[in-house]
């Protein structure tokens, strides 16, 4: 056998391609590599599990020749990888080539198009599929297909013979070699092979004038319907090639049985029945601690049985730190897949879900970056391997914004979008104070039923524009089931308070409490004001509490994900809800921001809580005597003005304290369900409330059609990440002492980059500057300084502006 030389160097091919079994697609694994054949009869395959969970969904039914054209792309999208070129580079040491193989590619699909009987639109949309699977063809960033081919490229040294160096020519793609392939991929159609005469135009030939034509066809803006088909398809052939390339199956079961409700070992109320009853989009209100959980994924598993295909369950919570939470909940009460402990939930983590997903399309190649071949080659397989962990689940947890980063579409993206079609969305606590991002949640609403998905919003806190604005966002009939009057007992009495939480008297009742042996729960706006707070009262709860190592917890977003997976933990195990007929006062002090106000079953005997939208109010309050069982009763849930508004409007800071005043003053002090309606009514019926409507319209619109409108499908949009990111004011960052650690999980040989987003702590874009931000191009993602402590997290280094925002 010849011996491949260990480095390969510009001349003569080391290894000229003789037959078509010497074709490779990988350079991995490194003992045999995947064959060329195998990686394309590996895609086609797997667009058929795909098309078995999504079906014809949605806009996809007004396409009857969708899958069929997905599947030839698949056979063909890498065809190119048959040049010399691209062999050679695939060897350890290996010279980049230089071209790009999926536009090769297009050769092939000229020449098979007659013999399959594809129509014009069939051919155009099977070449813009293989030519697409990497890059986009238009766009600014200079590294487009129309970037790089142009009128000055010279397409017979690209593609046919390319000179040596020395004098000769290495000729791409042999006679014999070429035959076979034409040969093999007319029997994996199911046609005859071409017998083109020869005069043909030659591969290069072919390939310039296809991508000619799409660069044509796709310059000018198309029709929205057309456009968003055209990016689902591209999103089925790149899910199906990272699926393919990581010889990874997408599941088939369903954590959440059909059979739900019957599993319960309780009696379910009359909003539980009416969810199992609905089909369809449904709204549910109903008050925290009235099993409102339980509620929407018996809706969920109604829906599951009455969809086509495997649809998928996306459950959504407003803020990415509460997810770890909802996860683990689902992980212990759904069911496991035989042979396994838990049931497999997946978690769409953003930032490393980005570096994942670009990393997953990117050439197989030897260039590296400045990598060694072998480790260049290694990461690339594990990105593509890690990619597929966030797909291959049928029940994932994540935010809207991390699911809306599919609006920027492209080769890493558009798989992201075609996963949201065919789906269950259960949207948990919908906050909907913010105008803004609830109308651009419900533009997202609008899309997902374009994809044939049905959407739940669950809420203790839904007044009635919300509702409103949902129904008017939603084609189909959208069902709105309320608990019962009475569903949940009377649980506070509520106090209003004119002095700030962190008065001395505020601060001085709260070690009372502590002291009497009361577990209390603290809530202010900022993470700064926690950190202070918890500061100044930590030491009296474990003085309270001396033999209890968890007596004082402080939880807010600016922990590392990891940290506060911990944390949530300790929280659950030391906070739980009280049992029927447990009588003692349980100790133990809880700080926290608006992160508590979502997902954790928790339950305190007392509640103070700086002023906040109402719907902030009311989730606070459902952490305190969570199910009525204090055996005094009522407890005291107080409210402290707070002159400060930010995170939030100041119209909404002012209208909630009117709206609380306006409650009291007709004597009413439960927040019991009614009251929380009424004290909605207050708030929405304002000039804040008419404003409110207004600008979440505005939002939704402009939302829809800036980032949910795909009229220029392979049109570069990476630029969308930047300003989705300013849309939601989210980012994901590396504190700096975690920089060794997290280039290790991400680019390690041992490494794991899932484990790694367990060092990222989340922020707002405006607090980059404050933590002294710097973007790392390697790593892709923001380093920031500041202090940083389990216990308390990440706090700004003192010589920095003051925190202005939570």
């Known amino acids: ?111 098979l198009a007659s013999a399959a ?23 600014s960033t200079g590294r487009t297909l129309a970037d ?63 991508l000619e034509r799409l660069l044509d066809v796709w310059r000018s803006p198309v029709k929205e319907r057309s456009g968003l088909l055209a990016v689902l398809a591209q999103g089925a052939l790149t899910l199906a090639d990272h699926a393919g390339s990581a010889h990874v199956q997408l599941q088939r079961h369903m954590p959440l049985p059909s059979d739900y409700a019957r599993h319960l070992s309780f009696s379910l109320h009359a909003h539980q029945q009416d969810a199992a009853a609905t089909d369809g989009h449904m709204i549910l209100a109903a008050p925290t601690g009235s099993g409102k959980t339980e509620a929407g994924l018996i809706w969920a598993a109604r829906q599951l049985r009455t969809m086509p295909g495997l649809p998928r369950l996306v459950w959504t919570l407003p803020f990415r730190a509460s997810l770890n939470a909802i996860r683990s909940r689902l992980r212990g009460e759904l069911v496991a897949e035989p042979g396994r402990r838990a049931a497999d939930i997946g978690l769409l983590h953003g930032t490393v879900a980005h570096v994942l997903l670009t990393e997953a399309v990117e050439e197989d190649r030897a260039d590296g970056g400045g990598e060694g071949t072998s480790a260049a080659q290694a990461r690339r397989a594990r990105a593509r391997a890690d990619a597929m962990r966030l797909f291959t689940q049928r029940v994932r947890v994540a935010t809207p914004h991390q699911l809306l980063r599919a609006a920027i579409a492209g080769p890493a993206y558009s798989s992201v979008l075609l996963e949201q079609a065919n789906s269950v969305f259960v949207m948990d606590e919908l906050h909907a104070y913010d105008p803004e991002t609830f109308g651009r ?33 939603l084609e189909s009939a959208v069902t709105t089931v309320r608990a019962a009057p009475g569903t949940s007992p009377v649980r506070h009495r509520l106090v209003l308070d004119d002095a700030p939480l962190t008065a001395p008297a505020g601060v001085q009742r709260l070690r009372d409490w502590i002291m009497d042996g009361h577990s209390v729960l603290v809530v202010t706006n900022t993470v700064a ?46 906070h739980p809800e009280r049992e029927a007929g447990e009588t003692g006062r349980r100790g133990g002090l809880v700080v ?109 619109d402009e939302f829809a059609a800036e980032f949910l409108t795909f009229t220029d499908p392979f049109h570069d949009r990476t630029e969308f990440a930047e300003r989705l990111g300013e849309q939601f004011d989210s980012v994901e960052v590396l504190h700096h002492e975690d920089v060794d650690e997290y280039g290790h999980l991400t680019r390690g040989r041992q490494g794991d980059p899932l484990l790694a987003s367990g060092l990222l702590i989340p922020l707002r874009l405006g607090q980059l500057r404050q933590y002294g931000a710097r973007y790392d191009k390697t790593l892709r993602v923001h380093v920031v300084g500041g202090t940083y402590d389990p216990a308390t997290g990440l706090r700004p280094d003192p010589d920095h502006e003051p925190e202005t925002v939570l």
């Not at 014009?120 to 070449?127: C, T």
């Not at 669950?458 to 007044?463: I, K, Q, Y």
């Open 1 to 111: 056998m010849k011996q491949v030389p260990p480095v390969a160097k510009r001349g003569a091919s080391p290894l000229p391609v003789r037959i078509l079994a010497d074709v490779r697609a990988k350079s991995q694994p490194r003992s045999d590599p995947e064959r060329l054949t195998t990686h394309s009869r590996t895609v086609h395959d797997t667009v058929g599990q795909i098309e078995e969970r999504i079906g014809t969904a949605g806009v996809l039914a007004l396409e009857p020749r969708f899958w069929k054209r997905v599947r030839s792309a698949a056979l063909l999208h890498d065809t190119g990888k048959v040049a010399q070129g691209f062999q050679d580079q695939l060897l350890p040491g290996g010279l980049p080539w230089g071209q790009r193989h999926e536009v090769l590619s297009l050769a092939y699909v000229d020449l």
């Open 117 to 139: 009987g594809w129509g014009e639109q069939d051919q155009r949309m099977v070449a813009t599929l293989v030519a697409t699977h990497h890059r986009c063809l238009h766009g």
């Open 148 to 210: 790089l081919y142009n009128a000055s490229t010279l397409w017979d040294e690209a593609f046919t013979a390319t000179p040596d160096g020395l004098g000769g020519l290495n000729v791409q793609v042999s006679r014999g070699v070429h035959r076979e392939l034409l040969a093999w991929l007319a029997g994996a159609l199911a046609v005859d092979p071409p017998q083109p005469p020869p005069e043909a135009p030659n591969l290069a030939a072919r390939a310039h004038g296809q």
């Open 441 to 473: 949640i419900c533009a997202a609403m609008k899309l997902w039923e374009q994809l044939g998905s049905r959407v739940a919003v669950l809420s203790a806190t839904l007044a009635r524009p919300v509702r409103e604005l949902i129904d008017d966002s």
């Open 529 to 574: 004001r926690a950190q202070a707070l918890y500061a100044q009262l930590a030491d009296d709860a474990r003085v309270a509490a001396p033999d209890d190592p968890r007596a004082a917890l402080l939880l807010h977003s600016r922990f590392k994900n990891r940290d506060r997976d911990a944390l949530e933990k300790d929280l659950l195990r030391r």
């Open 592 to 700: 926290a921001t608006q992160a508590v106000e979502v997902s954790l079953q928790l339950d305190f005997d007392r509640g103070a809580v700086e002023c906040a939208p109402v719907e902030a109010v009311a989730q606070r309050a459902g952490r305190v005597n969570r199910r009525g069982r204090h055996p005094e009763g009522p407890v005291e849930f107080r409210v402290h003005a707070q002159e400060e508004h930010l995170p939030y409007p100041r119209a909404a800071m002012e209208t909630a304290w009117n709206a609380l005043g306006g409650l009291v003053a007709t004597g009413a002090d439960t927040l019991s369900e009614e009251d929380i309606d009424h004290l909605l009514d207050l708030a929405y019926d304002t000039p804040w409330g008419k404003e409110w409507r207004q600008t979440a319209l505005k939002a939704r």
